[in-house]
């Protein structure tokens, strides 16, 4: 199993990165939501100067935001500073669509998306369209096509992993993608696999060069994580603090589905919609001035993945905490040892904050990864 800190990309995390990769883990993965978060390449940037091994992936880069030959020569400079270690995660985009009032990408559109950016980093010729006008283009300054190599590196392969929760991302999955990324829900993987693998066989697509096997690919997992220290419980203060917000996304992704433009998490539940609406109802008109009835997902998506509004904590329930990974460090190897027996091979970790971080990395690092350093041995 390779363990991975997620973070809400804040500008300085280079720090917690790196006491992330003294600590074992094999991979920092990184938020882009540009309306919310610091800048997620320049965030990569800083933690691939400060680190030596730990691998650095985008989680997930949203087509839209950047058009496929910015996110390619992104991807290219940070692999300059990180040689081999760089992997682009993309998606069809929650809240970086979503912030901006509008809804995911097209499949279509992703699907061109990901194809052009997995050409460009393999240093070949693009079709690119902008209106009516179609251009070739490539990443001229690169060794393979110029012999320079000050400025790119795709000498040292690149994985393009596409997110997916539905059958029709997996679809595409299995027919372009370097690996898969997908959210901690029980289910997804089960009944995710076999259509990819089957979509895979169908394109001739094989997942061995990123640390799949033949047509099962690499699977990233995003989840939570708190170790459970003496006389804490799942509901304890720090835990719905740490946990908490990294569990509402689904409620929003909820709301959106009912109430917004629309998420493509494929996650609906009318009374939960219903609930989390009057109760971002009730939040924006308190506010000073109060959120006009146009800007409801602004306030929806407050907080996401960083923090709880005021009054959020009441759609946080022990369930749910307890689907993540937050226990003992025990009851933590338990579920990985569930997660590696159905495929998973990498738990993306979220963390909230720098103190999030910290705590969630000397926990993880001495309960859950040294422990099983030790028992593999």
Known sequence: MDYGIAIPSYINAWKDVQAAEKMGF?????????????????????????????????????????????????????????????????????????????????????????????????????????????????????????????????????????????????????????????????????????????????????????????????????TSSCVLREGESISSQRVIKNVGPTLLPGVHAMWESTFGPGSNLGMSNSAVAEDYNNYIMEYGDKKTPSTLADRRYLDVHEGHYVYLKEGEEKFVSDDLIARTLTGTGKEINDKLDHLESIGVNNVALSVVDSKSAHEL??????KVILERGTAST
Request: hydrophobic content about 40%.
């Open 361 to 366: 990395i000397k926990d993880f690092g001495e």
């Open 26 to 222: 094999t991979h920092a993965w990184f938020y882009d939501s540009q309306l919310i978060y610091s800048d997620v390449w320049a965030t990569m940037a800083l933690a691939a100067e400060n680190t030596e091994k730990i691998k650095l992936g985008t989680l997930v880069a949203i087509p839209s935001n950047r058009i496929a030959p910015v996110t390619a020569a992104a991807a290219a400079t940070i692999n300059k500073l990180a040689p081999g270690r760089v992997i682009v995660g993309i998606g069809t985009g929650y809240t970086g669509r979503n912030t901006m009032g509008l809804p995911a990408l097209k499949m279509k559109e992703f699907t061109t998306y990901a194809s052009q950016l997995k050409d460009l980093l393999a240093g070949k010729d693009v079709l690119f369209k902008e209106g009516d006008r179609e251009r070739w283009i490539r990443l001229i300054h690169s060794k393979k096509n110029s012999g320079r190599d000050d400025f790119f590196n795709i000498e040292d392969p690149i994985p393009v992993m596409v997110a997916a929760n539905g059958p029709r991302g997996q679809k595409i999955v299995g027919e372009i993608s370097d690996g898969w990324i997908t959210t901690g829900r029980s289910l997804n993987v089960p009944e995710g696999l076999p259509n990819i693998m089957k979509s895979a066989r169908r394109a001739g697509n094989s997942f061995d060069q990123y640390g799949g096997t033949d047509t099962k690919p690499y699977v990233t997992v995003l």
